[in-house]
């Protein structure tokens, strides 16, 4: 009861130093580690924007640019390049940290996908510094950093104090979403962004041995400060076997004890399956393409997602991001044989099957003992129900770690044949560095072919309005024009291009509409055709009438539609589109 009387009177006094629009945080709770070390002192020459606010701020995008500009200048280990242009016209640039001449693997880290969850800029900035002139560059005695900064550019300058709620500080933070409002990471496979293209290209170009897509995760209030995660993270769902089995026995061990030593509490990154109830457990989820992880995981380069608590003061989660950055570095330069070996494995590997989708397994995998916060609960006037409060009283009990199970596996085919007319899915293929052959006159082939029965359109995402429907595969004689393209799986990226290609992905060119004039019949019957055409029918095909008969009777609001069944019987004629809902992307199975 004490403990509850004091929390109330904590809780009151915090609210109280509140503005009325100011979202009111949970308590902070006291924090000092061994990586405090790593922030320069006041008056330093070269102390960074942010350590120089004492993280309370983080500097724009031209003050970013000029102090990386005049650390360029004076070193010989840094070099800097535009590798792309945002649709308002920023340069997208990253910084090269190399020794010596000779060629070396790249470890590729990039900040600000989602330009509010900034503190990966602020670390990356202070590595530099101390790789430069501080006596860090041992660290690229084996390998080159490539530091992306600000990925998000736009949205990086769409800064303001109210962007991220649940998030303390910076004072001023950017916008989650680009210029043209996409979601950066959720734009991996599909590409629609320019910034995503230019990402995928210098990807291509680098060929990093890993490649860090630094964040901050908002949910529940717990006491881990640096959270992470991977494909393959305790042996799970892994496509590139080999890589994950790297991150998980190789990098994971010496991460996590380098946080530790540094004083901060690693763990896996946390998403919980219902925030008000966290005690009923958390996921680890099969990432899809659309995201940084899956799309490394599928395209076989080692990516890490790093998700630092947003509950946590932004000194704490820069000086996390730093150490998570460095120790990559060595792990990286350590380990760079047995990294590349794994990357040339799983780029070796032909897989026969691969799984599309996923649903939930009601059964945990696993449990872990989660260092979590203890919280209460308040009548809320506001939503008329019961709401948390988060207390800084530690807790430690048993969470329980949900997966999935497969939902839809297809059986890869030979190749894929993508039609002349789909010219911007080609473009998709060649971004990629997805191998595909041209063909310089038309082919009539006998293909697996794909027809989108009962399509719904979903709610518009991503620049995009998706397409949900029952796939239903049918055998064709295809003849693809001119200009058409067959894309062989016997190749190192044929998983990235099933999951483009397949019907079923949930990630790929049907679920996201990219063809959308699959959807559209342009020929029509009048009623004064079809209605005695049907007559006509019913009363010569025995077989037919007892499937309307059965339609009729399992479905009163067909039966009372007149429209409806006459379309019933005009899709069973011969003057139907055969063409309409058939995905024009074919598979090659023999």
């Given at each position: 009861m004490r403990f509850l009387i004091l929390a109330a009177a904590l809780l009151a006094s915090a609210a109280t130093?509140?503005?009325?629009?100011?979202?009111?945080?949970?308590?902070?709770?006291?924090?000092?580690?061994?990586?405090?070390?790593?922030?320069?002192?006041?008056?330093?020459?070269?102390?960074?924007?942010?350590?120089?606010?004492?993280?309370?701020?983080?500097?724009?995008?031209?003050?970013?640019?000029?102090?990386?500009?005049?650390?360029?200048?004076?070193s010989p280990l840094l070099t800097i390049e535009t590798f792309g242009k945002s649709p308002q016209d920023r340069d997208l640039y990253a910084v090269r940290a190399h020794k010596g001449t000779a060629p070396k693997p790249v470890v590729l880290v990039q900040a600000g996908i989602h330009a509010g969850e900034i503190e990966g800029k602020d670390a990356g900035l202070m590595l530099l510094r101390d790789i430069a002139l501080r006596s860090k560059d041992k660290l690229l005695d084996k390998v080159d950093l490539v530091f992306v900064?600000?990925?998000?550019?736009?949205?990086?300058?769409?800064?303001?104090?109210?962007?991220?709620?649940?998030?303390?500080?910076?004072?001023?933070?950017?916008?989650?979403?680009?210029?043209?409002?996409?979601?950066?990471n959720r734009d991996y496979l599909k590409a629609d962004a320019p910034e995503t293209q230019a990402m995928i290209g210098l990807i291509r170009r680098l060929d990093p041995v890993l490649y860090l897509d630094l964040h901050v995760t908002d949910g529940i209030d717990h006491r881990y400060d640096v959270t992470y995660a991977f494909s393959g993270w305790r042996g799970l769902y892994a496509r590139s076997a080999a890589i994950g089995r790297f991150l998980d026995q190789r990098l994971r061990p010496a991460m996590d004890a380098a946080l530790k030593r540094s004083g901060h509490t690693p763990g896996y990154y946390v998403s919980t399956i219902d925030n008000r109830e966290p005690e009923k457990g958390m996921s680890q989820d099969v990432d899809t393409p659309r995201f940084s992880t899956g799309y490394g995981d599928i395209a076989h380069i080692p990516t890490v997602l790093v998700e630092t608590h947003s509950l946590k003061p932004y000194r704490q989660r820069v000086l996390g991001t730093y150490v998570f950055v460095e120790e990559s570095l060595r792990i990286a330069a350590d380990r760079a044989a047995e990294l590349r070996a794994a990357i040339d494995a799983d780029r070796a590997d032909r897989?026969?099957?691969?799984?599309?989708?996923?649903?939930?397994?009601?059964?945990?995998?696993?449990?872990?003992d989660f260092l979590g916060l203890a919280h209460v609960s308040y009548r809320s006037p506001a939503s008329g129900r019961d709401e948390l409060r988060w207390l800084p009283k530690p807790v430690t009990f048993k969470m329980p770690v949900f997966g999935s199970l497969p939902d839809k596996t297809v059986s890869l085919p030979r190749a894929w044949w993508v039609s002349?007319?789909?010219?911007?899915?080609?473009?998709?293929?060649?971004?990629?560095?997805?191998?595909?052959?041209?063909?310089?006159?038309?082919?009539?082939?006998?293909?697996?072919?794909?027809?989108?029965?009962?399509?719904?359109?979903?709610?518009?995402?991503?620049?995009?309005?998706?397409?949900?429907?029952?796939?239903?595969?049918?055998?064709r004689r295809e003849t693809m024009p001119t200009g058409s393209v067959r894309v062989p799986a016997d190749q190192p990226l044929g998983l990235l291009a099933a999951f483009l290609l397949e019907p079923e992905s949930e990630d790929g060119v049907l679920a996201w509409n990219m063809a959308p004039a699959m959807l559209a019949r342009t020929e029509y019957i009048e009623g004064y055709a079809i209605a005695p055409l049907a007559d006509r029918m019913l009363a010569s095909d025995p077989k037919l009438k007892a499937e309307f008969d059965a339609k009729l009777a399992a479905d009163p609001t067909f039966a009372k539609d007149a429209t409806a069944r006459l379309q019933w019987f005009y899709a069973r004629t011969p003057y139907?589109?055969?063409?309409?809902?058939?995905?024009?992307?074919?598979?090659?199975?023999?």
């Amino acid at each position: 009861m004490r403990f509850l009387i004091l929390a109330a009177a904590l809780l009151a006094s915090a609210a109280t130093a509140q503005t009325p629009l100011e979202a009111p945080l949970p308590p902070v709770r006291p924090w000092h580690g061994a990586s405090e070390k790593l922030v320069a002192k006041a008056g330093d020459p070269w102390i960074t924007p942010a350590e120089a606010s004492g993280f309370v701020t983080t500097p724009n995008y031209a003050a970013t640019r000029a102090w990386i500009d005049k650390l360029v200048a004076a070193s010989p280990l840094l070099t800097i390049e535009t590798f792309g242009k945002s649709p308002q016209d920023r340069d997208l640039y990253a910084v090269r940290a190399h020794k010596g001449t000779a060629p070396k693997p790249v470890v590729l880290v990039q900040a600000g996908i989602h330009a509010g969850e900034i503190e990966g800029k602020d670390a990356g900035l202070m590595l530099l510094r101390d790789i430069a002139l501080r006596s860090k560059d041992k660290l690229l005695d084996k390998v080159d950093l490539v530091f992306v900064p600000i990925y998000n550019v736009d949205g990086h300058e769409r800064s303001g104090p109210y962007n991220r709620p649940n998030q303390r500080g910076p004072k001023d933070m950017g916008w989650r979403t680009t210029a043209q409002n996409l979601n950066l990471n959720r734009d991996y496979l599909k590409a629609d962004a320019p910034e995503t293209q230019a990402m995928i290209g210098l990807i291509r170009r680098l060929d990093p041995v890993l490649y860090l897509d630094l964040h901050v995760t908002d949910g529940i209030d717990h006491r881990y400060d640096v959270t992470y995660a991977f494909s393959g993270w305790r042996g799970l769902y892994a496509r590139s076997a080999a890589i994950g089995r790297f991150l998980d026995q190789r990098l994971r061990p010496a991460m996590d004890a380098a946080l530790k030593r540094s004083g901060h509490t690693p763990g896996y990154y946390v998403s919980t399956i219902d925030n008000r109830e966290p005690e009923k457990g958390m996921s680890q989820d099969v990432d899809t393409p659309r995201f940084s992880t899956g799309y490394g995981d599928i395209a076989h380069i080692p990516t890490v997602l790093v998700e630092t608590h947003s509950l946590k003061p932004y000194r704490q989660r820069v000086l996390g991001t730093y150490v998570f950055v460095e120790e990559s570095l060595r792990i990286a330069a350590d380990r760079a044989a047995e990294l590349r070996a794994a990357i040339d494995a799983d780029r070796a590997d032909r897989p026969a099957t691969a799984t599309m989708t996923w649903k939930p397994n009601p059964t945990p995998l696993y449990s872990v003992d989660f260092l979590g916060l203890a919280h209460v609960s308040y009548r809320s006037p506001a939503s008329g129900r019961d709401e948390l409060r988060w207390l800084p009283k530690p807790v430690t009990f048993k969470m329980p770690v949900f997966g999935s199970l497969p939902d839809k596996t297809v059986s890869l085919p030979r190749a894929w044949w993508v039609s002349a007319t789909l010219p911007h899915v080609i473009d998709l293929l060649k971004l990629h560095g997805i191998r595909y052959e041209p063909i310089d006159a038309p082919r009539t082939l006998d293909l697996d072919m794909a027809r989108a029965t009962e399509p719904k359109l979903q709610s518009a995402s991503e620049g995009h309005v998706p397409l949900e429907a029952t796939i239903v595969h049918e055998r064709r004689r295809e003849t693809m024009p001119t200009g058409s393209v067959r894309v062989p799986a016997d190749q190192p990226l044929g998983l990235l291009a099933a999951f483009l290609l397949e019907p079923e992905s949930e990630d790929g060119v049907l679920a996201w509409n990219m063809a959308p004039a699959m959807l559209a019949r342009t020929e029509y019957i009048e009623g004064y055709a079809i209605a005695p055409l049907a007559d006509r029918m019913l009363a010569s095909d025995p077989k037919l009438k007892a499937e309307f008969d059965a339609k009729l009777a399992a479905d009163p609001t067909f039966a009372k539609d007149a429209t409806a069944r006459l379309q019933w019987f005009y899709a069973r004629t011969p003057y139907y589109d055969e063409r309409f809902l058939l995905y024009p992307i074919g598979r090659e199975v023999n």
